[in-house]
């Protein structure tokens, strides 16, 4: 374990409960619902408004695993402090690296968002609009996390009112509300085609237990980790329910299968308010979402320096108090696929898969929380019985694996080749940087 001064460690408290709620609401509420609703249509018919119930109970198996670790011991770069003492630290140097590679994925947010700004505005230059709005969540990060954090608390702010309205307005809209009890419309493609579309709508609800890299610089640690994350995973799934509601009751279902919410939004809504749907609601969840990673992401490598996993020149701060070296890393790595071509689905697919992977790291190190560190576990304020400290791990990473087997295919063979010789020198990097370290 590291032996660096809790002192030296802990900054000043900034984050409250509605700054973490706001954060952890945009890092749910982007990608996956705007993109994914149609997708899970084609697969379940009417019940996908239910995928998204059985997509909760997918979701919050690992969600409360990180709740219980953050809850008996809050740390900045929560994550990475859980694999580093309850796994190991030349772990948690494997769990940082995959980590770091799996923020392709905010490319998709920024790509999404440009293909969106191309419906509304069909001469507007993707690649171009794509960087910009990266760019832009990129400076509002360097600004300091409390500059950040009231960023992110009006963009949620105007994003639920926007789904709200989609989800208000399209109600009286919706021709048969029977569709959504009748077995046959629910399962039309049996219970395999229900489960799939379910697993695929969890990456809409993924998010929420990133608040804990904010351990440190939170009020009440012990007791706001938990409660965000419940509190988050509830709110977006009834707003998705609603969602779902509406995009397969408004039109027949083969003109919404595999489309997104633009095409049952410009039933419901006049053409001035469509635009500002898209806009204020469709657009902002993506910037929501992109915000949101930048947030948290540094916080894991700001601690691997205080190790002396990294040199210390990288931990370099700002005058806003930012690790601007660490986030600009982040901002480099997510900014390669926009500028080379990537195309939305390929940055989604990898970066989701690659989630999956360094996402099991955290999760399985509740499995040791009882046995390492007994005091910790019995004075958190929300505490699992031993035994479910043992099985929820078990089977989160079971829900992982095969989300991981499930990507296989889309990702390719040069892709998974490529992840592994680049977790082999992860594994080389901590070994030979072992002496180093404070470990």
Not at 63 to 79: D, E, K, Y
Request: charged share 10%; hydrophobic share 55%; glycine share 10%.
């Amino acid at each position: 374990m590291s032996d660096a001064s809790p002192k030296k460690l802990a900054p000043k408290k900034l984050l409250g409960f509605w700054d973490l709620l706001s954060i952890s609401l945009g890092q749910i509420i982007g990608t996956g619902v705007v993109v994914l609703t149609g997708i899970s249509i084609s697969m379940t018919g009417y019940g996908a408004p239910w995928a998204f119930m059985l997509a909760l109970a997918i979701v919050a198996i690992p969600t409360i695993c990180i709740a219980a670790l953050g809850s008996a011991v809050p740390a900045s770069g929560g994550n990475y402090t859980y694999v580093r003492d309850l796994l190991g630290p030349k772990t948690s140097v494997v769990y940082l690296g995959l980590l770091i590679a799996g923020q392709v994925i905010l490319a998709s947010f920024a790509i999404g968002f440009a293909e969106y700004a191309d419906a509304l505005i069909p001469a507007v230059n993707m690649k171009l609009t794509a960087a910009a709005i990266m760019i832009a969540c990129f400076a509002a990060n360097l600004l300091g996390i409390k500059t950040a954090a009231r960023f992110q608390s009006l963009m949620v702010l105007v994003l639920i009112a926007s789904l709200l309205f989609y989800i208000f307005a399209g109600f009286g809209h919706v021709e048969d509300y029977s569709n959504y009890t009748k077995p046959e419309r629910i399962l039309p493609n049996g219970f395999g085609g229900f489960f799939a579309a379910a697993f695929l709508l969890r990456l809409s609800l993924i998010g929420s237990e990133f608040v804990s890299e904010f351990g440190d610089e939170m009020k009440n640690p012990g007791r706001t980790i938990p409660l965000v994350m419940g509190i988050s995973l509830v709110v977006v799934t009834l707003l998705y329910i609603g969602i779902g509601i509406v995009a397969t009751g408004v039109l027949p279902l083969s003109e919404v299968q595999g489309k997104n919410l633009a095409a049952t939004a410009k039933v419901i809504f006049s053409p001035p308010v469509y635009v500002a749907f898209i806009a204020g609601g469709v657009m902002l969840s993506l910037v929501t979402s992109l915000n949101a990673i930048f947030a948290w992401c540094t916080r894991g490598l700001y601690m691997a320096t205080e190790d002396g996993w990294l040199p210390k020149n990288l931990a370099a701060k700002n005058r806003f108090g930012t690790p601007w070296i660490f986030l600009s890393l982040f901002f480099i790595v997510g900014f390669v696929p926009i500028i080379t071509g990537m195309s939305l689905s390929y940055v989604a697919i990898l970066g989701n898969a690659v989630g999956a992977i360094f996402g099991l790291f955290p999760v399985f190190a509740l499995f040791n929380l009882a046995r390492r560190n007994p005091e910790a576990y019995m004075s958190a304020p929300f505490k699992l019985p031993v035994w479910a400290t043992q099985i929820l791990p078990v089977l989160a990473v079971g829900i992982y694996g095969y989300g991981i087997y499930s990507s296989w295919g889309f990702v390719g063979n040069k892709g998974w080749i490529a992840l592994v010789i680049y977790t082999g020198l992860l594994l080389a990097y901590a070994f030979w940087r072992e002496p180093k370290t404070k470990t």
